[in-house]
């Protein structure tokens, strides 16, 4: 049972061979206690016998609260026995289980994360005055990929080409950099799709002046068969950018049963609608995106530059964030992840904190806080 609970996708069932084998140690225990007193304790002249089967209940209740890092053990044994006699010793072993195993490992669940690479942001200790001294300007990323109001189409195409980020910043101006809000990965593909749509462009292509009947200009359709739209499931992946003459049309290839002439018309018609095509997307990627359009976040999670890493640690772990926009009276000036905080907290808890930014520094060279451990990590290999 333990190792089909181990090796599950999502482990469950783990809680029930710890509590029994807590339970056998406490018995063990218990049975060896017994042997070497069999008479028991004297306390102020009452005989007390030795109860084996209260120190398995002591041992359940600590084992699985040490493996778990949980007090709520001690109350689940007095649910399951309905005993309160033991209420005292069952408590204190859970406590001094509990605080054995927290200053030396992960509990099971924690270590569970890290080998699955889940998304997992470590404890920080709390009480300490160093972390206090580690902002979130130290830590923040300013490489920042944003837009800027009133962009444009192929701005959106460029940005989404050069960068993999799944969310991205919207400001008022370059200059001034006011964070508007924020705009996923997946709404500016679908926008893109649309907007670069094989519907779109045979309407412009049906509703061409008739001038260019009239110069020798047929309806395309005779000759190019339009490229089916792509599903939601290739817009949402970001391959709207890839949009281009050559990917969006395909020829029928009739030209071995026409004769020279209209294979020469057809050449000819060929290249005018190719150029009435690129000229329709050079049209399109230079419109002006209305923000009304996108479906964005007006008001993204934001912190301050002094916000301190105990204060940045408890907005992400008690909202459950992933990225936070850092802004200095409402400029937009770096960006956290979580990738950023579990760094900075990694780096606060063993003593090795290494700024990103030097305010006061004029060769660039990074800043070292040597900053004493909060907590001792135990090696790699223990944890897994």
Not at 138 to 145: E, G, P, S
Not at 221 to 238: F, W
């Amino acid at each position: 049972m333990l190792l089909f609970a181990n090796t599950m996708i999502i482990p469950a069932g783990y809680f029930l061979p710890v509590f029994v084998y807590g339970a056998g140690l406490g018995r063990l225990y218990g049975e060896i206690i017994a042997k070497i007193f069999p008479n028991g304790f004297i306390s102020e002249g009452i005989p007390i016998r030795i109860t084996p089967a209260g120190y398995a209940l002591a041992g359940a209740a600590a084992y699985s609260g040490a493996v778990t890092h949980t007090l709520s053990t001690a109350l689940l044994v007095f649910e399951l026995t309905g005993q309160m006699s033991h209420i005292l010793p069952v408590l204190i072993a859970v406590l001094v289980a509990n605080a054995i195993s927290q200053s030396c490992q992960n509990s099971f669940f924690d270590i569970i994360v890290i080998v699955k690479k889940l998304p997992y942001l470590p404890k920080l200790a709390m009480g300490k005055n160093c972390a206090h001294d580690v902002c979130a300007e130290d830590f923040m990323v300013t490489d920042l990929h944003y837009l800027v109001k009133g962009f444009k189409c192929k701005d959106v195409r460029t940005l989404l080409k050069s960068s993999e980020l799944k969310q991205f910043p919207i400001v008022d101006a370059e200059d001034s950099r006011i964070l508007l809000g924020s705009v996923s990965r997946k709404t500016l593909s679908r926008f893109l799709s649309d907007q670069l749509s094989s519907e779109r462009r045979m309407q412009y292509m049906m509703n061409l002046p008739a001038t260019n009947t009239d110069r020798g200009w047929t309806s395309p359709g005779d000759h190019a068969t339009p490229k089916p739209p792509r599903t939601a499931e290739e817009s949402e992946n970001g391959d709207a950018m890839d949009y281009s003459t050559q990917d969006t049309l395909t020829y029928e290839s009739e030209e071995v049963q026409k004769p020279a002439g209209r294979k020469k018309r057809s050449s000819k018609f060929r290249h005018q609608y190719l150029r009435l095509v690129e000229e329709w997307e050079c049209r399109q990627l230079n419109q002006v995106v209305p923000l009304e359009d996108l479906t964005m976040d007006p008001a993204p999670y934001r912190l301050m530059e002094k916000q301190t890493l105990y204060q940045c640690y408890d907005l992400f772990n008690l909202l459950g964030l992933r990225l936070a926009y850092v802004t200095n009276t409402g400029r937009l000036v770096g960006v956290v992840s979580l990738r950023e905080l579990k760094e900075a907290v990694h780096g606060t808890v063993r003593g090795t904190f290494t700024s990103r930014i030097t305010p006061n520094s004029e060769d660039g060279v990074q800043e070292s806080y040597n900053l004493p451990p909060l907590i001792h990590l135990p090696p790699e290999s223990s944890s897994r």
